[in-house]
C-alpha cells in the first residue's frame, strides 16, 4: 500500500511497517483458509509469506537481494513498479502483471523452488491487497485531492494528506471458513478469472473509502477500522483463491468438483474494457429508450426502475415469456468488448432479444465480433423469440457484443444478452 511513500522515500522506517501491516493481516488471514496439503507444500515459507514476502514489491529498494520477485522483464530496468501497486486504465496490462507472476510461482513450484515460488506468491498478494485498498480507488487522484474538493476536510484532517490515513490500520483478518475457489486449470484461465475477482474488490473498497474519510473527520477510530476490515475481508478471500490456485497448479493437483465448475463461466457481471476504470464513461450512454448505460442482471424500465431480465423464448411451437437471472442489458450502438484468455474457452452462448414489456414494437440487429471479425447475427423484433447464439470462440482474443438499431420504434429497442456464457 506505500505507492507513495516509495517514489518520495521521505517517510522512516516506522511509517514503512504501519503501511504495511494491513499486507502482513490480509495475507495471514488468507493463508489460514489453505487446506493442510497447500500448507504442507509451502512447509517454512508459509509463515514468511505473510510475514515478509507480500511486502516484497514495497521494499524493492530496501531489500535488494528479493527486488526481482517483483520485477517484470516486459519493463526491463524499472525496479519499481508502480503497475504492481496502482490498478491500470488498460485491463491487459493489469491482466499481465497477474498473469506474469502466477506463471512464475507455478513454474517455480513444480521445479521444486518453493523459496522462489512463495515470493512470487507474496508480488501477487501484494497486488491484489494494494488494488483493493480504500486509499488506492479514484483513479489518478491517490491522494483524494479531488475527492477533498466534494468532501471539505473538517479542522481535524485539515491540510493533511489522506492517502495513509485512509489505509493505514493495525488489525487482524479472519475469513475462517472461507473455502478457497479454484479458479482455472491452466495460468491463463486463473489469471484471467483472478482479474474479475481483483475487480469485485476494487468496487467493494471504492465503497468503504468515503465513510473511511467521514468518519476520519469525525475522529472516529472505531468507524474507521470496520470500514477498513470490510475492504480487506474481500481481499483476504481473493488472495486466498489466488494462493489456493496457484498451489493447486504447481502441484496439478485439483478437486473433481471444482474443476468441472471451471468449465463454464458467466460474463454477466464481467466488466467490459469500454468501462475504462470499472464504471461506464459519459461517452457510453445511451438516450433511447431512455438515458442509461448497459447493466448487468436486469433491466431499469424508463431508466428509474430495476425490473427482472424478461425474454420472450421458444416454446412447444409458441413463444412464452421467461425470466432470466443473469445477463447483460443494453441501449443501441454501444459495443461491449471483452477480453479472453487464449487458448481457454471454445464456445461462446448467450441468448439474445428485446427485454418483454419494453422492446415489444422494436427491431434490433445482435451481432458477435471476434478480434473485429463477425462471427455470428441475428435481427429479432420485439414480438420474435429471443435468439439462441453459439458461437466458435477457440482463436478469439476479443469478444465483441453489439445491438444495433433497424428501425421501427427506437424507444423500444432495449436490447438484452441473457446468460451471456464462455463454456471449455
Ligand atoms: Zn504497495
Redesign the pocket.
Known amino acids: ?3 507513495l511513500l516509495l517514489c518520495l522515500g521521505t517517510f522512516t522506517s516506522r511509517h514503512a511497517f504501519a503501511w504495511g501491516q494491513p499486507h502482513l493481516a490480509i495475507t495471514k488471514g488468507a493463508l489460514e483458509t489453505l487446506p493442510t496439503w497447500q500448507r504442507q507444500l509451502l512447509g517454512s515459507e508459509f509463515d514468511l509469506l505473510a510475514a515478509k514476502h507480500c511486502m516484497i ?2 521494499n524493492v529498494y530496501s531489500d535488494k537481494a528479493n527486488a526481482k520477485y517483483a520485477a517484470m522483464e516486459s519493463s526491463p530496468g524499472e525496479v519499481y513498479l508502480q503497475k ?2 496502482l490498478p491500470q486504465a488498460e485491463q491487459v496490462v493489469n491482466l499481465e502483471s497477474l498473469r506474469y507472476f502466477m506463471q512464475k510461482a507455478v513454474d517455480s513450484i513444480k521445479a521444486g523452488h518453493i523459496g522462489d515460488a512463495a515470493r512470487f506468491m507474496g508480488t501477487i498478494c ?1 497486488v491484489i491487497e ?1 488494488f483493493g485498498s480504500p486509499s488506492h480507488t479514484v483513479p489518478g487522484d491517490n491522494q483524494f485531492t479531488l475527492l477533498q474538493q466534494f468532501m471539505p476536510p473538517t479542522p481535524v484532517m485539515e491540510g493533511k494528506l489522506l492517502h495513509g490515513p485512509i489505509e493505514n490500520g493495525d488489525f487482524a483478518v479472519s475469513i475462517a471458513g472461507y473455502q478457497p475457489r479454484l479458479l482455472g486449470t491452466t495460468v491463463e484461465e486463473a489469471s484471467w478469472r483472478l482479474l474479475h475477482r481483483v475487480h469485485e474488490g476494487i468496487i467493494n473498497a471504492r465503497s468503504a473509502t468515503v465513510p473511511i474519510m467521514q468518519a476520519l473527520y469525525a475522529d472516529d477510530a472505531v468507524t474507521v477500522e470496520k470500514h477498513q476490515l470490510r475492504a480487506a475481508t474481500k481481499d483476504a478471500q481473493v488472495v486466498a483463491d489466488a494462493m489456493h490456485t496457484i498451489l493447486c497448479l504447481g502441484a496439478g493437483k485439483f478437486e473433481t468438483a471444482a474443476k468441472e465448475k471451471c468449465e463454464r463461466t458467466g460474463i454477466f457481471t464481467f466488466w467490459p474494457v469500454e468501462a475504462v476504470h470499472l464504471y461506464y464513461p459519459q461517452s457510453h450512454f445511451f438516450s433511447a429508450p431512455f438515458w442509461g448505460h448497459a447493466s448487468s442482471n436486469g433491466v431499469m424500465e424508463g431508466g428509474v426502475k430495476a425490473v427482472p431480465i424478461r425474454l420472450r423464448v421458444a416454446d412447444k411451437g409458441g413463444v412464452v415469456e421467461k425470466a432470466f437471472a443473469s445477463g447483460i442489458s443494453t441501449g443501441m450502438g454501444k459495443a461491449l468488448t471483452f477480453h479472453l484468455p487464449k487458448g481457454v474457452y471454445h464456445r461462446f452462448t448467450a441468448i439474445a432479444g428485446l427485454q418483454a414489456g419494453i422492446g415489444d414494437k422494436g427491431r434490433v440487429e445482435f451481432i458477435v465480433l471476434g478480434d473485429g471479425k463477425p462471427l455470428a447475427n441475428a435481427v429479432v423484433n420485439g414480438t420474435d423469440a429471443a435468439h439462441a447464439f453459439e458461437c466458435d470462440v477457440s482463436a478469439v482474443s476479443l469478444l465483441q457484443l453489439n445491438a444495433i438499431s433497424r428501425g421501427l420504434d427506437p424507444k423500444s429497442n432495449y436490447a438484452v444478452w441473457a446468460e451471456p456464457e464462455l463454456i471449455k
Open positions: 500500500m506505500a505507492v514489491p514495497d504492481l501497486h501484494h494494494d
